[in-house]
């Protein structure tokens, strides 16, 4: 009993860091904005967590910061895709990038010092109720008010949008920066609380695991949450497997979680009138208003 | 200050773009209740004009009068706030969300979809607009689609309500329905500004009108008081070349056909293709009306072999099979195709035309792509000799295909296909958004084409043309196609009878409206 | 005040070429910047990274031994780009890429004469190509998103090696560390004097026959159709999934010979780490050569520069080499933003938007 309650702990620790992503992804994709940066974003928000816990001994300072460096790496994806319409694919590669060197040369001074973990309420990370509030959050706000309608509206037809008098740009660049403080708290927890210590690209393709889970969610914030716990379970089920000493290597229990994104990905592709139906239709594309 | 008779006006209103002025010192006034009419051809800056009314462009210079005050309108919301509202040619709706989410868009106040929906209900009865506030949008018809846009604007109780050529996406009933409620609007004290280069209907509706050519008002005039060919001649600018045509030769032997062709839907926002049966004799032209939505897309696909079928026999070029081929093949059997969409369907944006030459024409010209090489001498020829032809007007040699005008590119995109002298040519929307003389070109070569012995299918939703080109029509709609009568026995209002559907076999979607 | 894009009715052909250069020059100004935050002189810092290395002959020739896989890669992922397929998973092609070829030198030690080598980068090619096209296969038949499947097997691909090496190949005589036997003789690839060997050649090649091949092709052709308007592709007659599978299988066998190049000459074995991120640096290669194959053979050199002036700068500057991924990131930055310049003009417009300007 005991031990299959640890089990579920360590699914959702798990669990909350690629939640905590997907959402902030999903609001920018449901914008009409398609942000593959969330790796370098996370990556971010987790040395910025980590050095700013470290030197103030604050975790919630920590926090703060790894919010802070999330959005400052989505502002400059916005400046690049929105203002100077670069191509968004393109774009968010080169924020991972970007993001996974720079937090590499600000984290060297980091490697092996020692962590100040996040204070726990019921041996449950703070920030675990926090996922589900923001979950909901952003349920309610996406389809019960009129921020959640002008969000998909944009997403949906940004010439609609514009021609109603929405300001296409401004609304994206806010969704762009939700997206990057989600990211950059979901990178938080991992150094923080998840694994409290600075590793060179310790997000490890979660980032790229909360975009597979945005789709696999077909954008849908109740079932990204099933999504995100569904994946904490497959990277458990490794350790779990490994304990029972069945023999099986390390590194194909490692790999499970990347091959079962690859898997849900097919499954979830493969429905046409699923993806084709809640797909942004304005996703990745780049709007230039005319003057 | 004394009240204006005026509702608005729009003084000496110039607009540019970047090089182009597609406003040049127009002057618009428009009294309460009036139904003004502004006509103009394709590119006469009619759109450019009402945008910056609605606020959604702002003028270089000039000034806009609101009541006779002067005012400032930097978007659409305070166009709405003044009392103004506007439904668009291209509608700007939402396809993802419903009508009442839509509507909630471009209602200011609190949101409260339960109160909204109520209100839609009591204003779509008021004003004989029926609609369901849950349905979302992408499965609405073309005419449902448009209700939404005109009771959105409605629900704000406009002073001034502007139609961007609302009639082009209706059958003829349901644009006799429109002119009932726009009537009604106006005897109520609302005005109208109705955009549009349909002369008949501009006569039969407006109170006024302003004529606008290329950028400037040529004339404004009271259109009741005028003849079509008179306003046709004030929009043009000169006499419009009428098509002339010889009659079709009734013995010629059937070229293209189609037997029993159907095609499942690709995806939830596409139609399926009902068995449809089509015969096309050389020398003759044959006309597929139907609104916009109705498989006109699915049917082009079907045709040209974009979207293969599944039994082959369904459809036969000069008796051959060809159904289950793709579109080089067919090219290869002497067919030729143009798509509605010029840039990015027909032509890529980003090429040169002796590029654009390339891509339809390499399948059947072995030439160009000799051993897999490219002969781009060969393509500049090519090139030349369609612009040449088809009097293809461009700024500098060997243009991208999207620095042209709508009316060049199209001239060169049909062109590149005469230019074969193809057996079997099939159009989708031969003039949408072309020029008077361009259009003319274009409609006088599909007429020669056929002429010569080829056969000839034009899909249009633009009845003038229709009745111009064919010799034959045929009308789709939600997939099916009815029996092809003879263009002289045909009128627009049974048209609009099966473009309704009266020929459908069955409705699958009855439910609707 | 606020930018404002205005669209040019043409591409500027001047920035088309300028667009490179003026990112180059301003992630120099960026990398000045962050020299100073380091508490180094600027000018110094910026000589010791770019310059120096070019001065001698040695490291001259180290830059051709790097820019050889970043451009065997980089010009493969160029022609995927340009038909709009978005493979970023080369790192994993290059790694397959070297287990394949790896597996004639480690099951047959022995074997030694030139087949083998000719072996080992058929093998190679064909493993990276094979890798490639599964992302390619769950595109075209599940419509699976190719940026997120081809990502993931890169994960997948680094822990197949980690496997092997610490597990079946394992050398025994390799006092327990992670690595295989080391190639030697033949199953090395031949050197063109100093340390620069064959794979320069290969790049070299791939480029100037991929140049030819878009320039002068239908399959060229069809691939830039295919990527700038898939709908006018379609109507030419064009398969979006042959070109899918093109791409695929033939960037990850660029990407798998430069992964056996790699092992079959600067590693010299197969061990956990082959490549100091050469498949993701190769994605930065192919935009700033503007997805053009001989503008990817001078990019390619550029990145490989900025590898070795890392280590340049970790060891006369006493700063750490991770700056060169902090370069090549802000490069990859800038010349996004660049490419703006060639559709669009820029404007800074002053005061509110949309106010209204007094006629005369």
Known sequence: MDQSLAVMLTIITAATPLLIAAIGELVVERSGVLNLGVEGMMVMGAVAGFAVAFMTGSTLLGVGAAIFAGIAMSALFGFLTLTLVANQVAAGLALTLLGLGLSGLIGEAFVGQPGVKMPTLFGIDALVPFSLLLTAGVAYVLFRTKTGLVIRAVGNSHSSAHALGYRVIAIRYLSVMFGGACAGLAGGYLSLAYTPQWIENMTAGRGWIALALVVFASWRPLRTLVGAYLFGAVSILGFVVQSMGLGIPSQFLSSLPYIVTIIALVIISGNKRLTQANTPACLAQSFVPDR | ?513 | MRLILEKRADRSPFFAIASPFLALLLTLIAGGLIFVMRGINPLEGLYVYFVEPLTQLWSVEQLIVKAAPLVLIGVGLAVCYMANVWNIGAEGQLTMGAIAGGISPVMFPDWQDPSILVVMLIMGAMGGALYGAIPGLLKTRFNANEILTSLMLVYVAALFLDWLVRGPWRDPQGFNFPVTKTFAGWQLLPTLGGTIHLGALFALLACVALAFVMGKTLVGFEIKVTGSAPRAGRFAGFSRNRMVMLCFLLSGALAGLAGICEVASVVGKLQPQISPGYGFAAIIVAFLGRLNPLGVLFAGLLLALSYIGGEAAQVTLGISDKIAKVFQGILLFFILSCDTLILYRIKLEMGRVGALKAAE
Not at chain 2, 30 to 55: C, D, F, R, W
Not at chain 2, 179 to 199: K, N, W
Not at chain 2, 228 to 243: C, E, K, N, Y
Not at chain 2, 496 to 504: D, K, N, P, Q
């Open chain 2, 1 to 513: 200050m004394t009240a204006s008779q005026y509702l608005l006006e729009a003084i000496d209103i110039v607009k540019v773009f970047g090089t182009l002025r597609a406003n040049d010192g127009v002057t618009l006034q428009v009294t309460p209740g009036q139904i003004h009419a502004l006509l103009g051809e394709n590119g006469a800056g009619k759109s450019t004009l009402v945008k910056m009314i609605y606020g959604s462009l702002q003028p270089t210079s000039g000034t806009i009068k609101w009541k006779g005050q002067d005012v400032v309108i930097p978007n659409p919301n305070a166009a709405r706030k003044l009392g103004i509202g506007m439904v668009f040619q291209h509608f700007s709706l939402f396809e993802a969300l419903t009508v009442v989410e839509n509507i909630s868009l471009a209602m200011p106040g609190k949101f409260d979809l339960e109160a909204l929906s109520k209100k839609v209900e009591f204003y779509s009865g008021e004003y004989g607009l029926p609609l369901n506030p849950k349905a979302t949008v992408a499965d609405l018809s073309v005419g449902e689609r448009q209700r939404i846009e005109i009771l959105r604007c409605l629900m704000q109780e406009p002073k001034l309500l502007i139609l961007d050529e609302p009639t082009a996406v209706l059958t003829p009933q349901e644009a006799d329905l429109l002119f009932l409620t726009l009537r009604l609007l106006a005897s109520e004290g609302c005005s109208v500004l109705y955009i549009s280069h349909r002369l008949e209907e501009v006569k039969r509706l407006c109170h006024w009108a302003t004529i606008l050519r290329h950028g400037k008002v040529v004339a404004s005039c009271d259109p009741r008081e005028e003849t079509a060919a008179s306003l046709a001649r004030l929009m043009v600018g000169g006499d419009i070349h009428t098509v002339r045509a010889a009659k079709a030769p009734r013995d010629g032997a059937v070229r293209f056909s189609l037997k029993n062709a159907s095609l499942e839907a690709d995806g939830p926002f596409s139609v399926a293709l009902k068995n449809i049966n089509l015969e096309v004799r050389g020398g003759e032209v044959i006309a597929i009306a139907g609104v916009a939505g109705n498989g006109q897309s699915e049917l082009f696909d079907a045709i040209s072999g974009e979207r293969p079928l599944s039994n082959g026999n369904a459809i036969l070029i000069d008796g051959a099979s060809c159904g289950a081929t793709g579109v080089s093949a067919r090219r290869k059997m002497g067919a030729a195709f143009v798509p509605e969409e010029r840039l990015g369907h027909g032509a890529v944006p980003v090429f040169p035309l002796s590029e654009n030459v390339v891509l339809t024409r390499h399948s059947d010209d072995a030439s160009l792509a000799e051993r897999g090489l490219l002969n781009r001498g060969k393509a500049n020829s090519i090139a030349d000799r369609v612009i040449k032809a088809y009097d293809v007007r461009m700024g500098k040699p060997d243009p991208e295909a999207r620095s042209l005008s709508g009316g060049n590119l199209q001239k060169f995109v049909v062109g590149r296909e005469l230019d074969r002298h193809p057996k079997v040519l099939v159009v989708n929307q031969p003039t949408w958004g072309v020029d008077a003389g361009a259009a003319a070109t274009i409609r006088q070569a599909l007429i020669d084409l056929a002429r010569s012995g080829s056969a000839v299918v034009v899909i249009s939703q633009d009845l003038d043309e229709i009745f111009e080109l064919a010799d034959r029509i045929a009308v789709i709609s939600r997939g099916q196609l009815s029996e092809a009568h003879p263009a002289h026995e045909m009128t627009a209002e049974k048209i609009g009878l099966l473009m309704a559907g009266s020929h459908e076999k069955e409705t699958p979607h009855a439910a609707h409206s």
